[in-house]
């Protein structure tokens, strides 16, 4: 019974955390909740163990960084747009990056391969703006096969990833941001 291993487990890993609110748990617990479902099934336990299933998430969800956040998406390949895509969150976290030889930059310039658009989009995205913030971001992004990746996605089918893909060029090839504004 889910009582049984929720009173064993009052504190899930971050991991385990991230990939069950990835899946989009906390979102149908919270839509259980709010729709009052968890109330109309008539179980007891079955509406505690909602009820705490949901508390345990977020709080354990809450204590991810967003750069932990942004790091379990962009290792997943599934990326969606939120919170850890915005120039805010380059501005404050493009240092990170360069832990493990720049591992997760290479990881986020694999998924210039990708074939969903969204992923695209985002993945360009995230590599024009780590290259706008981070201290010679375009050599490392040029060095790694980066710049090239998205070239090619310049005659992308999909209009939306064009528009990303020569944004992102647009910020690799810009020497100095503080005069574009």
């Known amino acids: 019974m889910l009582t049984y291993s929720l009173t064993l487990t009052h504190s899930l890993t971050h991991s385990l955390t991230h990939s069950l609110t990835h899946v989009g748990l906390d979102k149908l617990l919270g839509t259980i909740i709010i729709n009052n479902a968890h109330k109309q099934a008539a179980d007891a336990d079955f509406e505690a163990d ?22 379990s998406e962009v290792s997943s390949g599934a990326l969606r747009w939120g ?7 380059w501005r404050e976290n493009n240092r990170f990056i360069e832990a493990n030889d720049f591992a997760n930059l290479k990881t986020l310039i694999n998924l210039l391969r990708a074939k969903d658009p969204t992923v695209l989009c985002i993945a360009l995205y995230d590599l024009g703006e780590f290259t706008r913030f981070y201290p010679n971001g375009r050599l490392v992004v ?13 005659s992308h089918e999909d209009s939306e990833v064009q528009t990303h893909a020569l944004q992102c060029i647009s910020k690799i090839m810009v020497t100095n941001w503080e005069f574009m504004r």
């Open 83 to 89: 919170i850890v895509h915005t120039e805010k969150f």
């Open 50 to 71: 909602v009820i705490a299933l949901e508390e345990i998430l977020l709080r354990n969800y809450r204590e991810l960084s967003t750069y932990d956040r942004w790091v």
């Open 142 to 154: 040029s060095t790694l096969g980066g710049k090239d990746l998205a070239l090619e996605l310049l």
